[in-house]
């Protein structure tokens, strides 16, 4: 069995501040992880996946996550939000069995 | 370039109505699956399927089925619509990697 938690709910933060989305996992086998973004009215888009290799894996957009096994942890961070990154983002799990487990999810409001 | 194709885009049904909800993706992809996203639960798996022919439940199959007939496409049906079926339902596809999403379907029961 997989789960995913997603710490925060909702993340206020001020434009060009620093942010970070915390994502715990729990599995019994290796897993691969990813962050998912979603527009208002819109699907899931990938941001950013860890697969193997190295633990911190970036987007094009400036986010960065770091896989940390022994914490369990893949959490999302991006030194300096614009107003555009304001979306809801998800943490999901993938295990055996080609199965994703998601989060519940972090609206980030990013304010002027 | 189409990935994920979800139709219809919004649906309203009369409680005990049944209907079909059409995925169909053009990436080749094994994998595919059915989701529901509501309010403050993030997304849940109702049924998936590992191949054509195959399907399997999720972690919440109760008052839907599926098919998958062909590799590209995967039929979800709601055969007496209820109204705590009201919700967003996205399909999504994968191979070994990342899955992509569907624009969604939005159903309301009423």
């Known amino acids: 069995a997989q789960s995913v938690t997603q710490l925060d709910s909702q993340v206020p933060v001020f434009e060009e501040a620093p942010v970070e989305l915390r994502c715990n996992y729990s599995?019994?086998?290796?897993?691969?992880l990813f962050w998912y973004v979603q527009y208002p009215n819109q699907g899931l888009q990938l941001l950013l996946k860890?697969?193997?290799?190295?633990?911190l894996v970036e987007s094009i957009n400036g986010f960065e996550a770091e896989f940390n096994k022994s914490q369990t942890s893949f959490h999302l961070r991006k030194p300096s939000v614009h107003i555009s990154d304001t979306a809801e983002y998800f943490c999901a799990v993938r295990g055996n069995a080609g199965k994703s487990t998601f989060g519940d999810g972090t609206t980030l409001t990013v304010k002027p | 370039n189409a990935g994920v194709t979800q139709t219809p885009k919004f649906r309203v049904l009369k409680t005990g109505q049944s209907m079909t909800l059409l995925c169909a993706q053009d990436?080749?992809?094994?994998?595919m699956y059915w989701y529901r996203q509501d309010p403050g639960m993030g997304l849940r798996l109702i049924h998936y399927?590992?191949?054509?022919?195959?399907?399997a439940k999720g972690e919440v199959p109760d008052g839907y089925n599926v098919s998958r007939l062909k590799k590209q496409n995967f039929l979800l049906g709601l055969e007496s619509a209820a109204p705590s079926q009201t919700s967003v339902y996205f399909c999504a596809s994968s191979s070994t990697s990342e899955a992509f999403f569907g624009q969604g379907t939005r159903l309301t029961v009423v």
């Open positions: 990436m080749n992809h094994e994998y």
């Open positions: 599995s019994s086998v290796s897993v691969y």
């Open positions: 860890y697969l193997s290799g190295s633990t």
């Open positions: 399927s590992v191949g054509e022919g195959t399907t």
